[in-house]
């Protein structure tokens, strides 16, 4: 199902982004090109190097990063996913998007693409149960994008909660869901 999908995988400044590595690796085993795109809080987690290594691709950092193939035409990236995921996404992210903020390549891809947008929401239990993010959430989920997750558990604060990342095979799942769809 995944064979010579183009997947571009969102990751964002949370420490759940460790996991997005091991799902960039089990989509890529699967058959798919994935093409990552870290924010720069993404980037303090965990290394570009790692993504790089996994999927065989470069990694998207920045939006003008002159050794990027997607340099020139930002929205290229966006015109050639098939899907983009983000997972983890962080309140942030899922903010930005609700109100249509492009200032990343993250955000300006999102925006561009046509493609449908699954989010992997992952963050505090407070953060997640406030009433802003879940103003933001409705609306993305209004607007066609597709949410999977969180799940209750341990958080990183210690604190036991709904925030944590879904299973990545939860993810995956939903993924092959929703291109089955297109």
Avoid: W
Wanted: charged share 20%; aromatic share 4%.
């Amino acid at each position: 199902m995944l064979d010579n999908k183009t997947i571009v995988l969102g990751v964002t400044g949370s420490i759940a982004a460790y996991k997005a590595a091991d799902l960039a690796s089990k989509l890529t085993q699967a058959g798919a090109k994935v093409e990552v795109v870290m924010t720069k809080s993404a980037a303090e987690f965990i290394t570009p190097l790692t993504f790089r290594s996994l999927t065989h691709q470069p990694v998207t950092t920045d939006m003008f990063e002159l050794a990027s193939e997607f340099s020139i035409e930002h929205v290229a990236l966006a015109e050639t996913a098939d899907i983009v995921v983000i997972a983890p996404a962080t309140a942030n992210i899922i903010a930005k998007l609700a109100a249509g903020i492009a200032d990343d390549m993250l955000t300006c891809t999102v925006l561009a693409t046509e493609a449908p947008v699954v989010l992997a929401p992952a963050m505090n239990v407070n953060m997640f149960q406030n009433s802003v993010t879940q103003e933001n959430l409705a609306k993305l989920k209004a607007r066609g994008f597709t949410i999977v997750g969180p799940e209750h558990g341990r958080l990183a604060s210690g604190k036991m909660g709904l925030g944590r990342l879904a299973e990545l095979e939860k993810i995956i799942d939903t993924i092959q869901k929703v291109l089955e769809k297109e």
